[in-house]
């Protein structure tokens, strides 16, 4: 199967948070994209004309791993973000637990916060340890199958 998806993000500098998402997948039949804006001052977040009241701590589906990796890591502690995905809210729960001096295995999930369904998915990422925290693979299991992501270069 022939696809590709590009996903941009933008966050406030100062407290990581969600300000715009864009995602655009295309396959050889078509192409669909979707926009969510973000107001953390007004609590409010915006996609296809529809305003969305979001929880404080609220990111997008990108801006979230970004958000917790700027997190202060406490071994073996959950770290819970909120995600909004459509129109629903998402958790995002992991831990990091650290396998030698420079990486640590992050283990989480994220689920619909209201648990109704059974959206969601389950993830491990290991991540350099350091300043940036750069992702170097994650694995996911989703609804539609394993998912897997490695760090191929840096710019």
Known sequence: YNAKMI????????????????????????????EIIFDPVQGIAMREGMKYKIPDNTHDPLSVFFA????????????????????????????????????YKISGE??????????GARFSMWVLDGKTRVPLLIKASTAVGPIYLRLRSVK
């Open 7 to 34: 996903i941009n993000a933008a966050v406030t500098k100062k407290d990581k948070e969600s300000l715009w998402y864009r995602e655009l997948s295309v396959t050889p039949e078509k192409e669909e994209s979707k």
């Open 68 to 103: 917790f990796l700027s997190s202060d890591f406490v071994l073996g502690e959950e770290i819970v973000l909120n995600l909004l995905s459509k129109k629903e809210i998402y958790e995002f729960r992991a831990t990091p637990e650290k396998l030698s001096d420079n990486i």
């Open 110 to 119: 994220v689920h619909r916060q209201d648990r109704s369904s059974t959206h």
